[in-house]
Antibody, heavy 123, light 107 residues
Framework: QLQLQESGPGLVKPSETLSLTCTVS??????????WGWIRQPPGKGLEWIGS???????YYNPSLKSRVTISVDTSKNQFSLKLSSVTAADTAVYYC???????????????WGQGTLVTVSS | DIQMTQSPSSLSASVGDRVTITCRAS??????LAWYQQKPGKVPKLLIY???TLQSGVPSRFSGSGSGTDFTLTISSLQPEDVATYYC?????????FGPGTKVDIK
């Protein structure tokens, strides 16, 4: 059974870079059948897709965050990572990693999701 | 970019009621739509993909329909364990936007 687990600092200072890693277990991140994505949810608010990556390294980013986001994959460690630069309090959220199905060569729905990790931006 | 809206934003219904949630895309997305359920304090869970295909293990009281711009999620007989916020998400092309959510509780 595929599992995803987010890890990284729970507190980041304003203007610094948020860095999270998602470790995939129970399956290979190098499968051509899947994308790997990051989604976030500010406290009490809805879901926002941040970006996704294919095992080959090709990426999709949310245009609203694109200038600050980098998603990378490390197939040797079965991990993918998120970096979000120049963070502000508005970036405080639960950050989820998730598997996205590949359909017709493109990106599909997300399933399963990691448990999520709360990242607070504060000095 | 295509915008996703949901209505209502919240609803309260009795156990056994039929509940319908609407999701609308600002442009046509064919059937590239998923529905997720997020119970309080929990991780979002996939309910439906391709607008109407029930994910394995999801109770049959959940159903989805629609194509193009208008979609619905129906709970045929609301149960106490269905208290949650429901989100739609488009995946025809990036950005893979979620709707704002519909909060469902028991009257």
């Amino acid at each position: 059974q595929l599992q995803l687990q987010e890890s990284g600092p729970g507190l980041v200072k304003p203007s610094e870079t948020l860095s999270l890693t998602c470790t995939v277990s129970g399956g290979s991140i190098s499968s051509s059948s899947y994308y790997w994505g990051w989604i976030r949810q500010p406290p009490g608010k809805g879901l926002e897709w941040i970006g996704s990556i294919y095992y080959s390294g090709s990426t999709y980013y949310n245009p609203s965050l694109k200038s600050r986001v980098t998603i990378s994959v490390d197939t040797s460690k079965n991990q993918f990572s998120l970096k979000l630069s120049s963070v502000t309090a508005a970036d405080t959220a639960v950050y989820y990693c998730a598997r996205g199905l590949t359909i017709f060569g493109g990106h599909g729905w997300f399933d399963p999701w990691g448990q999520g990790t709360l990242v607070t931006v504060s000095s | 970019d295509i915008q996703m809206t949901q209505s209502p934003s919240s609803l309260s219904a009795s156990v056994g009621d039929r509940v319908t949630i609407t999701c609308r895309a600002s442009q046509g997305i064919s059937n590239y739509l998923a529905w997720y359920q997020q119970k309080p304090g929990k991780v979002p869970k996939l309910l439906i993909y391709a607008a109407s295909t029930l994910q394995s293990g999801v109770p049959s009281r959940f159903s989805g329909s629609g194509s193009g711009t208008d979609f619905t999620l129906t709970i045929s007989s609301l149960q106490p364990e269905d208290v949650a916020t429901y989100y739609c998400q488009k995946y025809n092309s990036a950005p893979f936007t979620f709707g704002p959510g519909t909060k469902v509780d028991i009257k």
